[in-house]
């Protein structure tokens, strides 16, 4: 539970994000348990939520790229076929998903780079291990990957905990992404 004073600093601190092409974000599982709150948030902050859904953005021309969401697996949120329902192959497509395995249901001609979370990082790393078996992870748990000589998976360690809030070799981080043309 959140008292006001925390929410209406992570709601300021998320509204202060310059993004001139907008702020967009998906759904974790725990967030489903408190949507109504969630939502409160990021509407407040001016962010939209990308749940089984995209948008096409532009800037200044003809080109644009599309930025896809699909809603959190745990709980059976997602709807691939949904999202990618009037989604080109041809265009640019940044995928966006709080489970990693999400990419294994994606179709591979319409991903051109693929963004998750989830893992934590493993949470707590030890000899190339973890101890943190994490739900929905089984490619990877952190860092770029390719994928089937497709598209590229970047995962973030976000800055959660589950259990304990002890993380060991798994650093905590805030990813920022800003897209250029080239």
């Known amino acids: 539970s959140y008292d006001q004073d925390q929410i209406d600093e992570l709601t300021n601190a998320l509204a202060s994000l310059n993004a001139?092409?907008?702020?967009?974000?998906?759904?974790?599982?725990?967030?489903?348990?408190q949507i109504d709150l969630v939502n409160n948030i990021l509407y407040n902050?001016?962010?939209e939520v990308?749940?089984?859904?995209?948008?096409?953005?532009r800037n200044k021309g003809s080109q644009?790229?599309?930025?896809?969401?699909?809603?959190?697996?745990?709980?059976?949120?997602?709807?691939?076929?949904?999202t990618f329902s009037n989604i080109s192959s041809t265009s640019y497509n940044l995928i966006?998903?709080?489970t990693v395995d999400t990419c294994l249901k994606l179709?591979?001609?319409?991903?051109?780079?693929?963004?998750?979370?989830?893992?934590?990082?493993g949470q707590i790393n030890y000899f190339l291990n973890t101890t943190y078996k994490v739900e929905d992870a089984t490619l990877a748990i952190s860092?770029?990957?390719q994928i089937n000589n497709s598209y590229i998976m970047d995962i973030s360690n976000g800055v959660g905990s589950i259990g304990s809030s002890t993380r060991f070799l798994a650093y905590p981080e805030v990813v920022m992404y800003t897209?250029?043309?080239?």
Do not use: M
Request: proline share 3%.
């Open 64 to 82: 644009s790229i599309i930025i896809a969401g699909i809603d959190c697996t745990i709980g059976n949120y997602d709807n691939v076929d949904l």
């Open 96 to 98: 966006l998903a709080h």
């Open 107 to 121: 179709p591979e001609d319409k991903c051109d780079y693929f963004i998750a979370g989830h893992t934590h990082g």
């Open 179 to 182: 897209l250029k043309t080239v």
């Open 50 to 57: 990308l749940a089984n859904s995209y948008i096409r953005l």
């Open 143 to 145: 860092g770029k990957h």
């Open 45 to 47: 902050a001016d962010f």
């Open 20 to 33: 001139p092409l907008g702020k967009f974000a998906i759904y974790g599982e725990y967030d489903h348990q």
